[in-house]
């Protein structure tokens, strides 16, 4: 098995996140593990917010982009002050597109060895009819994967 040196955690800032992220920080530290936090604005959002700023003048698409890419960014960034970890290897960054496309890319892209990733349990029906990231990012990730349900709080490593 190879080392684990570069950890990706995909945040949706569900309500997982916040243990999530605290979860990967000390899986990170065990394996002394660059972290790097990454949330993907969603495609369908982007048409959404297109539509609206192709009927009317009083939006643009760049602006409303640009300001929930920085609305997220800073959102990342006191998930890691939450846990006291700004002095730690940490990036975050958001992405744009269809969540497990962009997350596949990206851990191609910055060679990742690990994703950790919450998934909300929503069961098969729903996860057929709204799809899930999750379960396509089981049969899709590069990687290994390690997923935390949000009916289970995460217990701290030891």
């Not at 495609?43 to 890419?69: G, H, K, M, P, Y």
Request: charge should be positive; hydrophobic fraction near 45%; proline fraction near 3%.
């Amino acid at each position: 098995m190879n080392d684990i040196k570069k950890m990706m955690v995909a945040v949706d800032f569900s309500g997982i996140s916040r243990d999530l992220v605290h979860y990967a920080l000390q899986l990170a530290e065990k394996l002394d593990a660059k972290v790097y936090l990454i949330n993907i604005i969603n495609q369908r959002d982007i048409d959404a917010i297109r539509r609206v700023a192709d009927a009317t003048n009083f939006i643009s698409l760049q602006e409303q982009l640009e300001e929930r890419r920085e609305e997220r960014r800073a959102a990342l960034l006191d998930l890691v002050a939450e846990w006291n970890a700004t002095g730690k290897p940490i990036s975050c960054q958001v992405r744009t597109g269809v969540p497990y496309e962009a997350l596949v890319a990206a851990i191609k892209e910055m060679a990742i060895d690990l994703l950790v990733m919450g998934t909300r349990g929503r069961g098969q029906f729903s996860g057929m009819l709204f799809g899930s990231t999750a379960a396509r990012m089981l049969s899709k990730c590069p990687v290994p994967l390690v997923t935390l349900r949000d009916s289970h709080k995460p217990k701290s490593i030891t």
